[in-house]
DNA sequence: TTTTGAGTTGTTCGA
DNA sequence: GTCGAACAACTCAAA
């Protein structure tokens, strides 16, 4: 039997710029690539179902790009370490690689599979597909991790250019008898109930989809970034975060590929002004995510700033449901997670209004928040999740300062100034003039009237008062001082 | 070694 | 209406 190599699939499910893939092909010996279901191991974090979802989706898209190359993908559901020792001794394969995860529950997993993989087979090789830089990699004079995301970026950007991006492999040696596989559907990923119509309208998960969005944000968005990237009303981000999750693309091809794009349009300029491209700073952000939580482990769950642990978080299931359902009586926060709940996604600036309003209004638990976009954003990431949260709380690294609490009047009128994006997903306040829609409360009642609202039965009212709520955040915060 | 200035995403208040 | 100041504490790096 001549040589073969396992490539085990995880959140890297592409063929593109892929090393572990890479590696097995350039053995020049056959390839079989394989995906194992194991949601227990994701234990405290299990994917959500809109997770659930976009991977089913991304697989069969894989699925279906492999088989172009002649390779079948093979699907086993079970634990990781004996479905692999499993499919070793079907295969006979010699070879097991895989690119690497870097949370920190998954890390000690992986590290225990490593170990007894190698008793088994001589090659068990892991790579880097996911990060620009490996979070070991970057540290500051001291020799510490950065929490400062300024430095951070600026040390990023100073080392060595990266490697360009790995082709894909032209054609896959599949073994002579390839091992038995599940259907997809037997994973069931899909909901068992059909609530997934939004996520197929908004969504088109897998490999092809994710470079065709890079591309064409490229072309038709990426110059006026980093204005529009604040309306949520207009197609001004590049909306990647659930294709860069799950591996469909990752951070050095968009790397190379904003570097690309800005020498062929602004051949002018000089040579290394792409690397401030305000979108690439983004990516750093996801960047310097990554690392703090490979360098803070705890802090998924955990505040990273101790005094945080003694806030008093208020427990009120009332006030959180209203929150999860887009019913607080605040317009831009409800059509914020009505958006969520709909597409499985929501704007990043309405994402900060609204954790802003759970923590600072509400006084909810950001782990309250985090739980609930773990469980409906199709990009759910631990790492951003967390960062994300923490930041909004005051409680992360580089956290927003603590006087900070978005008002939602304010920031509706900003950045939704016409009203399109709140009258989207809060239709019942469509035929409210502009100057009302981001605070019906306040509407004179012939208006409201004339809108065909009726507070209270229509659309809420508010459920706190954000003056008020204000000066309590702020109370709350002067109380886990010193 | 010590000091200093700057740091994703804001709001309110008073002049 | 517009504008600047005030609203902590801490990290990081340059001076």
């Given at each position: 039997m001549s040589p073969l190599s396992l490539v085990w699939f995880r959140t890297d499910?592409?063929?593109?710029d892929n090393p572990a893939l890479h590696a097995a092909v350039s053995r020049g010996e056959r390839v079989l690539p394989v995906y194992i279901d194991a949601p227990e191991e994701e234990a405290p974090w299990p994917p959500g179902g809109?997770?659930?979802?976009?991977?089913?989706?991304?697989?069969?898209?894989?699925?279906?790009?492999?088989?172009?190359?002649?390779?079948?993908?093979?699907?086993?559901?079970?634990?990781?370490?004996?479905?692999?020792?499993?499919?070793?001794?079907?295969?006979?394969?010699?070879?097991?690689f895989w690119n690497r995860r870097y949370e920190p529950h998954v890390i000690e997993r992986d590290t225990r599979i490593k170990t007894a993989l190698r008793e088994c087979v001589p090659h068990v090789e892991t790579f880097?597909?996911?990060?620009?830089?490996?979070?070991?990699?970057?540290?500051?004079?001291?020799?510490?991790?950065?929490?400062?995301?300024?430095?951070?970026?600026?040390?990023?950007?100073?080392?060595?250019?990266?490697?360009?991006?790995?082709?894909?492999?032209a054609s896959l040696r599949p073994p002579a008898s390839a091992p038995s596989s599940l259907p997809l559907a037997a994973l069931e990923l899909e909901p068992k109930i059909?609530?997934?119509?939004?996520?197929?309208?908004?969504?088109?998960?897998?490999?092809?989809?994710?470079?065709?969005?890079?591309?064409?944000?490229?072309?038709?968005?990426?110059?006026?970034?980093?204005?529009?990237?604040?309306?949520?009303d207009l197609k001004g981000t590049s909306r990647l975060s659930p294709h860069l999750h799950f591996g469909e693309i990752g951070p050095r091809q968009v790397w190379h590929a904003v570097r690309r794009h800005?020498?062929?349009?602004?051949?002018?300029?000089?040579?290394?002004?792409?690397?401030?491209?305000?979108?690439?700073?983004?990516?750093?952000?996801?960047?310097?995510?990554?690392?703090l939580l490979y360098h803070f482990p705890h802090t998924a769950g955990e505040p990273l700033r101790e005094a945080f642990a003694a806030f008093p978080w208020k427990k009120d299931p009332a006030l959180l449901r209203a929150w999860q359902r887009g019913l607080t009586g605040y317009p831009i926060v409800d059509a914020g997670m009505r958006e969520l709940w709909h597409t499985g996604w929501m704007h990043n600036r309405v994402r900060m209004i609204a954790a802003s309003f759970l923590v600072k209004d509400l006084l909810l638990s950001w782990r309250e928040g985090a739980a609930w976009f773990w469980d409906t954003l199709v990009d759910a990431d631990l790492a951003q999740?967390?960062?994300?949260?923490?930041?909004?709380?005051?409680?992360?690294?580089?956290?927003?300062?603590?006087?900070?609490?978005?008002?939602?009047?304010?920031?509706?009128?900003?950045?939704?100034?016409?009203?399109?994006?709140?009258?989207?997903?809060?239709?019942?306040?469509?035929r409210l003039p502009d100057a009302w829609l981001h605070k019906p409360w306040a509407a004179p009642a012939d208006l409201l009237a004339h809108?065909?609202?009726?507070?209270?039965?229509?659309?809420?009212?508010?459920?706190?008062?954000?003056?008020?709520?204000?000066?309590?955040?702020?109370?709350?915060?002067?109380?886990?001082?010193?």
């Open positions: 499910l592409r063929l593109a809109a997770s659930r979802w976009w991977l089913h989706h991304s697989l069969g898209a894989l699925a279906a790009s492999l088989a172009e190359l002649g390779s079948p993908l093979i699907l086993r559901s079970g634990p990781s370490l004996p479905t692999l020792q499993a499919l070793l001794r079907e295969t006979g394969a010699d070879a097991v880097n597909a996911s990060l620009l830089h490996e979070p070991w990699t970057i540290a500051n004079q001291s020799g510490k991790p950065f929490q400062v995301f300024t430095p951070f970026w600026r040390h990023a950007l100073a080392k060595t250019a990266l490697p360009e991006p790995l082709p894909a492999p059909p609530w997934h119509h939004g996520l197929a309208e908004a969504w088109q998960p897998g490999e092809a989809a994710a470079a065709e969005r890079l591309e064409t944000f490229l072309l038709t968005a990426e110059a006026a970034y980093p204005s529009d990237r604040d309306r949520p800005a020498e062929r349009t602004r051949t002018g300029l000089r040579a290394e002004v792409w690397r401030n491209s305000r979108f690439l700073t983004e990516i750093g952000w996801r960047e310097f995510s990554h690392h999740n967390t960062l994300g949260w923490q930041w909004s709380a005051g409680c992360g690294a580089d956290a927003a300062p603590y006087f900070r609490i978005f008002n939602p009047v304010t920031q509706g009128e900003k950045f939704d100034p016409l009203g399109a994006y709140v009258r989207r997903w809060c239709p019942e306040l469509a809108a065909g609202i009726v507070l209270g039965q229509t659309y809420p009212r508010p459920v706190v008062d954000h003056a008020a709520a204000r000066k309590a955040a702020l109370a709350a915060l002067a109380s886990i001082k010193e």
